[in-house]
């Protein structure tokens, strides 16, 4: 493991993850850096032949961080693991650059016999929290996993799969999509890769949002430009950055919503039960 591979994982939490507030913090209490850092030293011994002590490292991170991952596997550039609890990636799983898992995510195989059994992730892939992706599949890049997902097929570039079994909800992106998409990193927000095609009203309503936003740019930026040719160079000024805690509390909210969402389902249910008996 080099520095610069360890800067890159430590790194891409900034980008990821609204509630990181310093390299010390990340260093110290975030499971997913602790889990691909004692992986990286792992499978550098693995390579190197002395396999037992990089399966010695494996389980001992496993204690210490709730996250499997076999030293066998191969894993890119600027991973990141957010939460991590009960992630698991098998030995012959394949995972390229700027991939995100979140907790309860299994790479697993299908088979017992040798060879090839576990999932290829493509650069920039991110699986939501709980999916299963089984057997020798791969999964194009850019793709999105929802969460709770079962995949066992595999899965094209830039596409978003949910459900049991895993069925593809939206085509290759659109301009409209990726106007959304960089709208969403320029304010540092991606509402944990959902789209507009899935069924909540909550995620339609801030790609809304995202596209307003677009428009509301595309005209700032005409009438800066008409300033500018008039010789009034304000807008040159940097706007000010967002606070990442503000997105932060926007998760908590939108949790909060679905946890109360459910627990209203529940007791629809069971009050409807006991109107039956």
């Known amino acids: 493991m080099s520095i610069r591979q360890l800067r890159d994982d430590i790194a891409c939490v900034f980008e990821r993850d609204p509630a990181a507030r310093n390299t010390f913090e990340v260093l110290t209490t975030y499971p997913g850096v602790h889990a691909i850092i004692h992986y990286r030293i792992a499978n550098r011994l693995w390579r190197m032949g002395l396999k037992w002590l990089a ?17 066998g596997a ?30 309860g995510v299994t790479l697993g195989g299908t088979s017992w016999n ?20 089984l057997g020798p599949i791969t999964v194009g890049q850019d793709a999105r996993i929802g969460s709770n997902a079962v995949v066992t097929k595999d899965v094209p570039d830039s596409v978003t799969v949910v459900g ?31 789209t507009d095609d899935m069924p909540d009203p909550i995620a339609r309503s ?19 430009r008409a300033l500018s040719n008039l010789g009034d160079h304000s807008c040159e000024d940097a706007l000010p950055e967002l606070e990442k805690e503000t997105f932060v509390s926007l ?9 109360a969402e459910q627990k209203a389902e529940v007791a629809a249910e069971k009050d409807a039960d006991q109107r039956s008996q």
Request: charged share 25%; with cysteine; proline share 2%.
């Open 55 to 71: 399966r010695l490292l494996s389980t001992f991170s496993r204690w210490m961080t709730g996250i499997e991952i076999h030293p």
């Open 74 to 103: 191969t894993i890119g550039n600027r991973f990141f693991i957010d939460h991590g609890m009960g992630v698991v990636i098998g030995e012959t799983a394949e995972i390229g650059d700027d991939v995100t898992l979140y907790h």
């Open 206 to 224: 801030i790609h809304n949002l995202m596209d307003h936003m677009h428009h509301v740019d595309r005209k700032i930026d005409n009438m800066c």
């Open 251 to 259: 998760h908590e909210r939108l949790e909060a919503e679905k946890v």
């Open 114 to 133: 040798k060879g090839k059994r576990h999932p290829t992730l493509h650069d920039g892939v991110v699986v939501g929290a709980g999916a299963k992706v």
């Open 164 to 194: 049991i079994p895993g069925r593809i909800i939206r085509k290759a992106t659109t301009d409209e999509e990726n106007r959304r998409q960089a709208m969403a990193a320029k304010i540092g927000f991606d509402a944990y890769g959902m």
